[in-house]
Structure formats: structure tokens, C-alpha cells
């Protein structure tokens, strides 16, 4: 009878221990670190100042006398009444209703100019982006004297066209349309690039393919460019009535306000009530009503703009 012989089997390896505190020992920790002083710096300069900032709307605080007295909704239900208050909004979203389109066309016209690639292209591009690194305060006071009625070159060119000639900084009905030239003047070469970055992430090869069906140029246009510049548009458009709405410093040096506050803007008004009549309670409110109306506007643009990706 042949001897039977059974093969030992191979021993088991053991299970690789899990590693404790993984998350601590591995590259989360290390990319934590890098974080860290990013995020130390927001919570010291951005988030506890704007939760100081929050609990000082609720108060009568005034920064003479350095007195706090807690008031509720007071401040709130003040300024839902305050016809100053309700006027320098309306200036605020009729600069974005205007600026808004009109730069947004001239920022993508620009761009799609010096996308193609021609001798003086890098002149161009630099030219048009001059304005965005003037300082605010030399370009409102260069417009100023453009705008002057007496020597200015806007009423000399009026002049040459035996048109009449206005101040355009004196006239409530022209102030806040010589502010929206200057502030489109002044940004729309930064939009111009951020359009640019868009059309050069269109692949070529869409483009090739739509001549060899016969597609025009204005076919192409609306069915390549725009439509694969959709969130390129969605940022623009969302920055552009941030910017927009939050307008300040080119009314402060251009008009400081006037003429009979027909300039003055949301955030201007802010900055008298808090800083120019010491209202710190008051002013405070009214800036997270504004934050709260830019927030609110800022997620319903980006819902439709999402709604429209192909």
C-alpha cells in the first residue's frame, strides 16, 4: 500500500497593521503645515475683525466718545428708511446695469483682437493693459481735467464737432456716466486678459473643423468661442458687479460724492457714515446689507451660469 504523504501548506502572512494616526504622520499633515499660515492670517485679519465688525452693527457706536450701546436691529431698520442710504444703492446698480454689458463686450472684443498673432500684437496687449496698473488717484485726476468745461479735451472735441459743450463732473444727470467711463477705462485691459486665457484654451482643431463644414465667422463665434467660454464669462461677470457694486475709490478722488450726491455710492456712503460722522454702529449695518445684497446677486449669477455649461 503506497505511503500517502499530505503537502504542509504555505503559513499565512500576517496582516499589515494599520497605521495609527495616518493622517497625522503622512502628507496631510505636511500639506496642514503649509496651510497653517494662510489660514492663521484670515482668521486674525479677515474673520475675527469681520465678527467684531458684526457685533458693533447691533451697537450705537460712536468713535468720539468711544461709547457702545447695544441697540438690536435698530441700525438695520434705520437704514431700511434712510433715503440716503437707499439713494446710494440705486447709484451703485446703475454703474453695474451699465458697466456690466458694455465692459464685458469691449473686454472679449479686445481679446479676440489680440489673440491673433500679428507683428505689434505684444504692443497692443501692453497698451491696452496700461490702465489696470495706473494708480487710481493719477487716473481720476487725469479725467478730471478731461472733463474740465473750460480747457478740457473731451469739451474741445465737442467744440470741433459744434456740439455744446458741459461739465460733465458738475451736471448731476452726466457725473455718474463720467465715473463709469473711467472705472470701464480702468479695467477693462484685466478682463481683456482673463478673456484671452479663455480663447486660448479653445482647441484649434474645433475651429479647423467648423471651416471645413462651411461655418462662418459669426457661426464660429457663437457656436465654438462663446459657448466654450462660458465659465471664462461666468468669472468675469461675477467679478466685474462685485467690483461694480463695491465702487468707492474712483468716486472719492473723481467727485467725492457730488455734485448733491448724485455720485455717491453705496460703499462712499459707508465710508461718511463711519469714518467722517464717527457712526461706526450705523456705517457697519449698512456694509453687511451691501455684503448680503453682493452675496445673494454673486449665487443667483452663478446658478444661471451654471445652469447654461455644455
Not at 62 to 75: K, Q, S, W
Not at 192 to 215: K, Q
Not at 238 to 254: E, M, Q
Request: glycine share 6%; aromatic share 14%.
Amino acid at each position: 500500500m503506497a505511503s500517502t504523504t499530505t503537502a504542509a501548506k504555505p503559513a499565512a502572512k500576517p496582516l499589515p497593521k494599520k497605521r495609527r494616526n495616518s493622517f497625522w504622520n503622512g502628507e496631510e499633515m505636511t500639506a496642514w503645515w503649509f496651510v497653517l499660515p494662510s489660514f492663521a492670517l484670515l482668521m486674525i485679519f479677515v474673520f475675527y475683525p469681520m465678527l467684531q465688525a458684526f457685533i458693533i452693527s447691533f451697537q450705537n457706536y460712536n468713535l468720539v466718545g468711544g461709547t457702545r450701546t447695544f441697540v438690536g436691529l435698530d441700525n438695520y431698520r434705520t437704514l431700511m428708511t434712510d433715503q440716503s442710504f437707499l439713494a446710494s444703492l440705486r447709484h451703485s446698480f446703475y454703474f453695474a446695469v451699465i458697466v456690466i454689458p458694455i465692459q464685458t463686450c469691449i473686454s472679449l472684443g479686445m481679446a479676440l483682437l489680440i489673440q491673433k498673432k500679428v507683428a505689434a500684437t505684444g504692443l497692443f496687449r501692453t497698451i491696452y493693459f496700461i490702465p489696470v496698473v495706473v494708480s487710481t488717484a493719477v487716473a481720476a485726476t487725469v479725467f478730471k481735467l478731461i472733463y474740465n468745461k473750460e480747457y478740457g479735451l473731451l469739451n474741445n472735441f465737442l467744440e470741433l464737432l459744434h456740439l455744446p459743450t458741459t461739465n460733465f463732473l458738475s451736471n448731476p444727470d452726466t457725473a455718474m456716466n463720467g465715473v463709469i467711463m473711467l472705472g470701464m477705462w480702468k479695467a477693462v485691459g484685466f478682463f481683456m486678459i482673463i478673456f484671452l486665457a479663455g480663447l486660448n484654451n479653445i482647441p484649434t482643431d474645433l475651429y479647423e473643423a467648423a471651416r471645413v463644414d462651411g461655418a462662418s465667422k459669426l457661426q464660429q463665434f457663437f457656436r465654438i468661442t462663446l459657448p466654450l467660454l462660458n465659465r471664462t464669462t461666468a468669472f468675469v461677470v461675477i467679478i466685474t458687479t462685485i467690483d461694480a457694486i463695491k465702487i468707492s475709490g474712483l468716486v472719492f478722488v473723481l467727485t467725492n460724492g457730488g455734485p448733491n450726491g448724485a455720485t455717491e455710492t453705496a460703499v462712499f456712503y459707508i465710508y461718511q457714515m463711519a469714518f467722517k460722522q464717527m457712526q461706526m454702529g450705523y456705517g457697519t449695518a449698512a456694509a453687511f446689507i451691501l455684503f448680503a445684497i453682493v452675496l445673494v446677486i454673486s449665487l443667483v449669477q452663478m446658478r444661471l451660469f451654471r445652469n447654461q455649461d455644455y
